[in-house]
């Protein structure tokens, strides 16, 4: 999201998290009643720099969120710089603000790629100036601006955590225990596209997959809730059964990436009537 400073540079982190907290802002107002102030239809959509979609705005704040966690490299640990306006010097704490973004769009707190925008905020505290500092080239300096950002970020995993229910110490244990991201909702989607809805966020992520790999997905996915055997899922892909297990990793390899690199999983190990196979993740 975010028009492009420049024609040769990158879609903006900052402004796709500006984007995502206001559209997300407008889906969840409510009118004077209680009721909610939004329709959330599917409506035009995109357009700038391709194809016009119809999409609905929560659709449009989910896949904005995953975007920020798959590209957290490029804003984890930085200060965006926005030069849009001749002679202003105006600068985005992007480590804190994306941050704040991901998370209401439904990520958990705790997503391991996370990690570092959250130590560097830690580390950023001042304890003699009671702020938080901004990092710089020049040197770290103490900042209202640095304040409100960190701040902002700090209030919105607190509200989320406390929706998640995590104050309970054995779902902390747990959680430490593996970072690992537990998909509980499996949908086809268009085309060779699997939708993907984690246990620790609201969206959903869309995997793109090869012709063979989808069918992998599909033998799955139209198989019992216990799963299928090695040598039938073998059968119905036309394969020997040796190879089974090389798809299966191929799989889940190509389903971490989708989710930035965090481990995933989408078929698990499994016994079926005593034999060796696999089942779909979220049965």
């Not at 402004?15 to 407008?26: F, M, Q, Y």
């Amino acid at each position: 999201m975010g028009w492009r400073t420049y024609i040769d540079t990158d879609p903006s982190p900052s402004k796709t998290a500006l984007c995502l907290l206001a559209l997300s802002t407008v889906c969840s107002g409510t009118g004077p009643g209680g009721e909610p102030a939004y329709r959330d239809g599917p409506r035009e959509a995109g357009g700038v720099h391709g194809p016009v979609q119809r999409k609905r705005l929560s659709d449009v704040v989910a896949e904005a969120g995953q975007w920020l966690l798959h590209n957290h490299h490029r804003w984890e640990e930085f200060v965006e710089d926005d030069k849009d306006v001749q002679g202003t010097a105006w600068e985005h704490m992007a480590y804190a603000l994306c941050t704040q973004a991901t998370i209401r769009a439904g990520a958990s707190p705790r997503d391991p790629r996370l990690a570092k925008a959250w130590k560097l905020m830690n580390d950023l505290w001042d304890p003699e100036a009671a702020l938080w500092n901004e990092p710089g080239a020049s040197g770290k300096r103490a900042t209202i601006r640095a304040a409100h950002y960190t701040v902002s970020a700090y209030e919105e995993a607190m509200q989320r955590l406390a929706r998640m229910n995590l104050a309970d110490p054995a779902s902390e244990d747990a959680n430490k225990a593996s970072a690992e991201m537990v998909i509980v909702h499996v949908a086809l989607g268009p085309g060779r596209t699997v939708l993907l809805g984690t246990r620790d966020s609201e969206g959903r992520v869309a995997c793109d997959l090869s012709e063979r790999l989808f069918d992998v997905v599909k033998v799955a996915y139209d198989a019992p809730a216990a799963g299928m055997s090695t040598e039938r899922i073998a059968a119905k892909l036309y394969v020997a059964p040796s190879s089974v297990p090389k798809y299966v990793q191929r799989l889940n390899q190509v389903v971490s990436a989708a989710f930035g690199g965090a481990p995933a999983r989408l078929l698990l190990a499994s016994t079926v009537d005593g034999a060796s196979g696999y089942r779909l993740a979220g049965r």
